[in-house]
């Protein structure tokens, strides 16, 4: 929280909120043998491969906003675990392409429907899933994540006491 605001600022509010929707989605897809982060990859994997693609690790990365290390770590997991198949891509051999196993299929299908209980249940207070300030709401998000950050100026001597 900020010393000069009264109330909480706008990014410890979304960083409560990102806890708690992890920590519920945890909760809700653990009898799945999923985590909140392995579900990500699969149900956007699930979308993907329903939109005839069949992604690179990278385009995961990239469609996730997760760093292509951790989804290259979450990928073997669930590889090894008979959800996924990871196979080089013929095109690029640096290239890894992922696909959902039948297995994995019908496991992320239960997720995606236990996911979406819960985030009806989450947006409630807002009127339900399809309600207008749900979609005035996910519009304001979807304006935040699409604004571009400048890189940050490193604090070292030759910055010090200078406003960028």
Excluded: C
């Amino acid at each position: 929280m900020s010393n000069g605001s009264p109330g909480p600022t706008p990014g410890f509010l979304v960083w409560r909120l990102a806890n708690k929707w992890r920590a519920a989605v945890d909760r809700a897809v653990a009898p799945l043998g999923l985590t909140h982060a392995q579900y990500s990859l699969v149900a956007s994997l699930h979308s993907m491969q329903r939109a005839g693609e069949r992604p690179s690790q990278r385009r995961l990365a990239d469609h996730t906003g997760l760093e292509a290390l951790y989804v290259s770590k979450l990928a073997r997991a669930l590889e090894s675990a008979g959800r996924i198949e990871r196979t080089r891509d013929p095109r690029d051999p640096r290239a890894v392409q992922l696909a959902l196993t039948e297995q994995g299929q019908a496991v992320t299908r239960q997720a995606i429907a236990v996911v979406q209980e819960l985030l009806q249940q989450l947006l409630e207070p807002l009127g339900g899933l399809d309600a207008p300030r749900t979609r005035a709401f996910t519009d304001e998000l979807t304006t935040l994540l699409n604004a571009p950050l400048t890189p940050s100026v490193p604090n070292d001597e030759s910055t010090q006491g200078t406003t960028p």
